[in-house]
């Protein structure tokens, strides 16, 4: 299947700074989503941003989408220990009709040093 | 709401064996997914159910089955496990689309020795 691919695979920050990670993918989207997974547990559900929106906030949270190079960024400001933790974008394949499910990217491990 | 569950949580099969993962969703919601998690593959997708038919499949040999129930219950069952097989299985509902936000459970950690 056809994955995005994270960017950095790993990132280590002072707690206060600001982290940013990047997604790009290969496909048409309907919409695209960012997860966070704390060390071999389950994923949570950070964002989900459409395809016809550019931007979308949530809390510390900053989400952009650029549809014509296939890339997306997440910022988390002013990081704190508990943001320590692996973060996903996902997306759904629209020409696969669903089939690949949700396709995930390998994921940019987060490191708060406090 | 409770969250979804899973159950177990953990467990151990020697090669050969077969087992049963139990998923059960959010309240309300009639898609269920899993997913296989592992260091080298990351997160595949397995196969989707939908008001208890499987709607859509990964790319994962037949020995990889699952199915729902009438209440939205769901399960998977690996037959003839296969050292590869150790993972974190995780399932996901949500009410409808694939595409939509998934609430992930805490996944069952499978290894088979």
């Known amino acids: 299947s056809q994955q995005g691919e994270e960017d950095p695979q790993a990132l280590s920050i002072q707690e206060g700074e600001n982290a940013t990670m990047n997604c790009s993918y290969k496909?048409?989207?309907?919409?695209l989503q960012w997860y966070r997974q704390n060390s071999g547990r389950g994923l949570v559900h950070l964002i989900l941003?459409?395809?016809?929106?550019r931007e979308k906030h949530s809390g510390r949270l900053r989400v952009t989408l650029d549809t014509s190079k296939k890339s997306s960024s997440l910022l988390i400001t002013a990081s704190r220990a508990a943001d320590t933790a692996s973060y996903f974008c996902?997306?759904?394949?629209?020409?696969?009709?669903?089939?690949?499910?949700?396709?995930f990217g390998k994921g940019t491990h987060l490191i708060i040093q406090p | 709401k409770a969250g979804v569950t899973q159950t177990p949580r953990y467990l151990i099969k020697t090669r050969g064996q077969q087992v049963t993962l139990s998923c059960s969703p959010i309240?309300?919601?009639?898609?269920v997914s899993w997913y296989q998690q592992t260091p080298g593959q990351g997160l595949q997708f397995l196969f989707e159910?939908?008001?208890?038919?499987?709607?859509n499949k990964g790319n994962f040999p037949g020995r990889f089955s699952g199915r729902q129930f009438s209440n939205s219950r769901s399960e998977m069952n690996v037959s003839t496990l296969e050292l590869g097989d150790s993972a974190l299985y995780l399932c996901?509902?949500?009410?409808?689309?694939?595409?939509?936000?998934?609430?992930f459970g805490p996944g069952t950690r499978l290894l088979v020795l």
């Open positions: 496909t048409s989207i309907n919409n």
């Open positions: 996901a509902s949500s009410f409808g689309q694939l595409q939509e936000t998934q609430y």
């Open positions: 941003i459409r395809s016809n929106e």
């Open positions: 159910y939908f008001s208890e038919t499987q709607r």
């Open positions: 309240s309300g919601h009639r898609s």
């Open positions: 996902a997306t759904a394949d629209l020409s696969g009709g669903g089939a690949d499910g949700l396709t």
